[in-house]
């Protein structure tokens, strides 16, 4: 199995310089922060990278051993970010609210970066610029006109978001106060999204969804890498669990309404009253008191253990003491936790849409239809039920998980598929690369008009 470098790999030849622009990029924090600092920091083993990052996280660098100046630039954009950080605070919406409010301090982030970087740029001292972060689709990139123009190839993305609400979900949609998801699509009408896609040597799309927003016109332009990886020095932690006894079921997340916690303890209910299964809620979030007072109300609250927030550095060991690993978000962009749970060889219970679809398959762990709350619910009891008659089909794709994880989505990994990608945006290879990743539907959408 092909596990990332195109066959057509030239270990003899110059490793490409790159400015990586990762406004959110930080090696203590976890979500995108973590996901912008791993990548640019994988993307050192196969490149001459300078990583230009948001000042917030200089001291968190530093301590991870890259010297100011010579591998990091931190850019000072305080003056607009901090108070519109404040802002987003205590606006009445989620998750897409708070990118709309973010978007005036990113562009004043990249200005920055110009007045910075620009005379480097034209001057060729750089071959690529890539922007790894922000990932939101919605946030356009002044820089990529700039370099179009410099002669330097401009790499964009990873890009995921977009994933429709499920339309059954309405209810936890406005429980997130995610007013703006109704017109998100007129997204696309921000000053800068058609120029940056136009300028843009390449667009790394990290979903199906993402992908499927992509006009016809630039998608000769798209590689297809998912946004999550797994670094070895973090995770490391094998599954652990001998068999017999209650089903260890563990999840790990906010604990919101798209996540799902509260279903998965009404799914499990019945096991837990008949002493068949045991239910691990790792997370902190709004729903956690009322949960708590749930699993008092059923009567199971001695079966059920609520951790509460973990340091990321223990959630593996949390993982490895599971059978299985239950996750029924309804909107889930890229799937950090189903594949967490398969890095440390733990089967991923997954509603199959949006990222944990794309990363959990039939045989590496269970895919469940994405219907009403209340189909939803009772496939997952239904689920859990037999499999606490048959942990032969846990075993089966345990091992199989775990290959999966670290075959396809390392860190390491990624880095040669992106340098597959500076490859191709400079010449150095004639063909567009594709990494054979087994996802129904995304060569068919990638196919060159």
Known sequence: MRTGTDPGTTASAPRPRVLVIAEAANPEWQSVPLVGWSHADALREVADVHLVTQVRNRDAIVRAGLVEGRDFTAIDSERVARPLWHLTRLLPGGWTTSMAAYLPAYLYFERLVWRRFGADIRAGRYDVVHRLTPLS??????????????????????????????????QERRREREWLSYVRGAYKLVPGYRRTRENAAAIVVASRATLEQVPERWRSKCVYIPENGLDERRFHARRERPGGGPLAIVFVGRLVPYKGPDLLLEAVDPLLREDR????????????????????????????????????????????????????????????????????????????????????????????PLGTRANLAAGLRALLTSLCADRDAIERRAQAALQRAWNWFAWRVKARQTLEVYRWVLGRRPDRPEFGMPFAGVGTALARP
């Open 137 to 170: 689709p919605t946030v356009p990139s002044p820089i990529a006109a700039r370099c179009r123009k410099a002669g330097v190839p401009f790499v964009l993305g990873p890009l995921n978001g977009g994933l429709p609400w499920p339309r059954n979900f309405d």
């Open 277 to 368: 299964a045991r239910l691990t809620i790792v997370g902190d979030g709004p729903l956690l008191a009322s949960m708590r007072a749930a699993a008092s109300e059923r009567g199971v609250q001695d079966k059920v253990r609520f951790t509460g927030w973990v340091d990321h550095q223990q959630v593996q060991h949390l993982l490895a003491a599971a059978d299985v690993f239950a996750f029924p978000s309804i909107r889930e962009f890229g799937g950090a936790a189903p594949l967490e749970a398969m890095a440390v060889g733990v089967p991923a219970i997954v509603v199959d849409y949006g990222g944990p679809g794309e990363i959990v398959t039939e045989d590496t762990g269970w895919l469940l």
